[in-house]
């Protein structure tokens, strides 16, 4: 799976999980030369609380649009360590 906005590829892997629909790459798939630091948060009542990077792409911003849950409840352990995208980024099969 490829994760790319404004003509940048963000994340790339073999390995991604899918949970409602959304595809979680592993942290290590995404260049983080291209992710900010957001101070937003929101909870899932099943995942717990989520945090959130802005994309920052040839001086084009998309703020909030990946997020992780640094510490998931047990029943979405599997994205532990894994980021997903929203906002325009495309998610697409390699």
């Not at 949970?19 to 260049?31: K, L, M, Q, T």
């Not at 992710?35 to 994309?55: D, F, I, Q, V």
Request: aromatic share 12%; hydrophobic share 35%; net charge negative.
């Amino acid at each position: 799976m490829k994760a790319m906005w404004n003509g940048a590829v963000i994340a790339q892997s073999n390995d991604t999980v899918v949970v409602e629909g959304n595809h979680y790459f592993p942290a290590d798939s995404v260049r983080a030369e291209y992710l900010r630091p957001s101070a937003t948060r929101t909870t899932c009542p099943w995942k717990g609380e989520a945090s959130y990077h802005s994309l920052s792409v040839d001086g084009q911003e998309n703020p909030d649009a990946a997020w992780f849950y640094p510490a998931p409840k047990d029943a979405a352990r599997q994205i532990q360590g894994r980021v997903a995208f929203w906002k325009g980024v495309q998610v697409t099969e390699d």
